[in-house]
């Protein structure tokens, strides 16, 4: 099995879900649904943690088109709350679902390149006390 790996920029593996150690295998098993380990090299998955960063960015960016297309609705033709429901909910699901797998995908190949992990105390061993 290969032991030395060329580090692969996250947004070539992430964005597509593949793996950000060989970038052959999956990350997914499903829509979002991590793998426990990578099916070609056997990367643990174990490290990701991507929390809530998908959807915070979908939140941020994402989502403006259709609130600008609701506000425009509302605005330029005081439209009733069904053509809302009609026009403005599919095209919120439409531009807000679709980006939330290849977030993941960056945020976790994100991870792995950077190394990034949970923060630790480092202790040092104290120095002795010395008696005068
Ligand atoms: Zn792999």
Same mark, same amino acid.
């Given at each position: 099995?290969?032991?030395?790996w060329?580090?692969l920029?996250p947004?070539?593996?992430?964005?597509k879900?593949?793996?950000?150690?060989?970038?052959?295998?999956?990350i997914?098993?499903?829509?979002?649904k991590?793998?426990?380990?990578?099916?070609?090299?056997?990367l643990?998955?174990?490290?990701a943690?991507?929390?809530?960063?998908p959807?915070?960015?979908?939140?941020?960016?994402?989502?403006?088109?259709?609130? #600008?297309?609701g506000?425009?609705l509302e605005? $330029?033709?005081s439209?009733?709350?069904?053509?809302?429901l %009609? +026009?403005t909910? *599919?095209?919120m699901?439409?531009?807000c679902?679709?980006?939330?797998r290849? #977030?993941?995908?960056?945020?976790?190949?994100? $991870?792995?390149?950077?190394?990034?992990?949970?923060?630790k %105390? +480092?202790?040092? *061993?104290?120095?002795?006390?010395?008696?005068?």
């Amino acid at each position: 099995m290969q032991t030395e790996w060329p580090p692969l920029p996250p947004t070539t593996t992430g964005l597509k879900g593949r793996c950000p150690r060989c970038g052959q295998g999956h990350i997914f098993n499903g829509f979002l649904k991590m793998r426990p380990e990578c099916e070609a090299c056997g990367l643990d998955y174990g490290f990701a943690d991507p929390a809530d960063g998908p959807a915070f960015f979908v939140m941020c960016f994402a989502c403006i088109p259709s609130v #600008l297309l609701g506000v425009w609705l509302e605005v $330029q033709h005081s439209a009733p709350l069904w053509v809302q429901l %009609l +026009v403005t909910g *599919p095209f919120m699901l439409a531009t807000c679902i679709p980006p939330l797998r290849p #977030l993941k995908g960056w945020l976790v190949a994100s $991870q792995y390149f950077y190394k990034a992990e949970e923060g630790k %105390l +480092v202790r040092t *061993p104290s120095t002795p006390v010395k008696e005068t």
